[in-house]
């Protein structure tokens, strides 16, 4: 019998993102029997866009949840050596995405993982943002109340003086035009700002100014996914 194989499968930044995708992507998928993915409804919309010729019943599909019983259904499809794809919502599998504790099991049983190449945001922005890309932190969500939000920049400006790193982090997009105005009010006149919107889309926007510059430009980032990477100057 064969063994158990693990894909990693990148998904789509933006709706009219399939030209980000390499071809590869569409042979791994037809070795898959069993997707473990973040939102079953998207994912199958995902495969129909990779090729119409795909028979979407013809895979087994199971819901990625944070529980017990996802963590035994995937150990059970492993031993029954299953060729398995994971599948996220957007960009990569486990990287500011579900997946992580799927791939940590399959680790632990001793299982090929096999990750494909495919558009992550954050590199994507970081690669056109000129900022430090050989020493960046990526640091999630910042805190949603603004006390915090703010003491959390301030933290990240001297971070970022300090190991002359770059500090990228996100927001839920329709709370971007907030997270800007915080930016502008707290960070230093000279720290540079890179916002990167709708990656790999027909939107997509990517510019870099110091805050002072910001301040004299308005962009329109409500509800549009987007990127944030923040470096500081003495």
Known sequence: MSEAVVYLIPS????????????????????????????????????KKISKDFIIDNFEWHTMLQDSATAECFRKKIKESKIIGIISEAGCPGIADPG?????????????????????????????SGMNGQQFQFLGYLPIQELDRIRSLKEMEIESIKKKCSQIFIETPYRNMQMFETILKTAKPTTRLCIAVELTGEKEWIKTMSITDWKKL???????PAIFILQATN
Do not use: D, W, Y
């Open 100 to 128: 992580q504790e799927l791939v940590a099991l399959a680790q632990e049983m001793n299982v090929a993982v096999k990750p494909l190449v495919g558009p992550n945001s954050i590199l994507l922005a970081l690669m056109a």
């Open 12 to 47: 789509l930044l933006s709706e009219n993102g399939i030209h980000a995708l390499p071809g590869s992507i569409k042979n791994v998928l037809e070795k898959c029997q069993v997707l473990f993915v973040e939102n079953e409804r998207t994912s199958r919309r995902f495969l």
């Open 218 to 224: 308005k962009p329109s980032l409500h509800k549009r």
